[in-house]
């Protein structure tokens, strides 16, 4: 029986980057890869050929990720990011959430593959603990954010 697949959720960006990048990687990244390895193999001997290596290395690297976003494409749901959210937190929801030690943090909630770390505008999963911690509530709202073995109290302050 084949295995079901999951759905994807993306941004409607995160989509776009990840069909650009596929075929930055396709039309541009590979064909360098082939000419590296002609290149490598036209100077002789491969046996020793570090250059010869470092492109079969760099191809086998771009096939695999060319099969990632592939696979991650295959079952995708765009999200609405303009749909209202009714306060409950959600994929594409802007999350303020306040911890133990009173500072606040703003962080948009996205598909793993989006995350990024960037000091203004971070983007988490619901794989992260505070992800975890506060999927499906709502404002206001006090949940237990699981670190390692302690657990850090978090109070949602807004949902958008």
Same mark, same amino acid.
């Given at each position: 029986?084949?295995?079901?697949? +999951?759905?994807?959720?993306?941004?409607?960006?995160?989509?776009?980057?990840?069909?650009?990048? &596929? @075929?930055?990687?396709?039309?541009?990244? /590979?064909?360098?890869?082939?000419?590296?390895?002609?290149?490598?193999?036209?100077?002789?001997? &491969? $046996?020793?050929? $570090?250059?010869?290596?470092?492109?079969?290395?760099?191809? %086998?690297?771009?096939?695999?990720?060319?099969?990632?976003?592939?696979?991650?494409?295959?079952?995708?749901?765009? /999200?609405? %990011?303009?749909?209202? @959210?009714?306060?409950?937190?959600?994929?594409?929801?802007?999350?303020?959430?306040? &911890?133990?030690?009173?500072?606040?943090?703003?962080?948009?909630?996205?598909?793993?593959?989006?995350?990024? &770390?960037?000091?203004?505008?971070?983007?988490?999963?619901?794989?992260?603990?505070?992800? /975890?911690?506060? +999927?499906?509530? +709502?404002?206001?709202?006090?949940?237990?954010?699981?670190?390692?073995?302690? +657990?850090?109290?978090?109070?949602?302050?807004?949902?958008?």
């Amino acid at each position: 029986m084949p295995k079901k697949s +999951k759905t994807n959720f993306l941004s409607k960006e995160g989509y776009e980057k990840l069909v650009k990048e &596929l @075929h930055n990687i396709k039309e541009v990244e /590979i064909p360098k890869v082939i000419e590296r390895i002609g290149e490598a193999k036209a100077m002789g001997d &491969l $046996s020793e050929n $570090s250059e010869y290596k470092s492109a079969l290395e760099d191809r %086998e690297l771009l096939s695999s990720r060319i099969m990632q976003i592939e696979e991650l494409l295959d079952n995708v749901e765009i /999200i609405d %990011e303009n749909k209202k @959210h009714s306060g409950i937190i959600d994929y594409g929801s802007q999350v303020t959430v306040e &911890l133990e030690d009173k500072k606040k943090y703003t962080v948009d909630i996205v598909w793993s593959g989006e995350v990024t &770390l960037e000091k203004d505008a971070p983007k988490i999963s619901f794989n992260s603990p505070l992800g /975890i911690a506060i +999927k499906w509530k +709502k404002a206001w709202d006090t949940v237990q954010m699981k670190i390692w073995t302690s +657990k850090q109290s978090v109070k949602i302050v807004s949902v958008k």
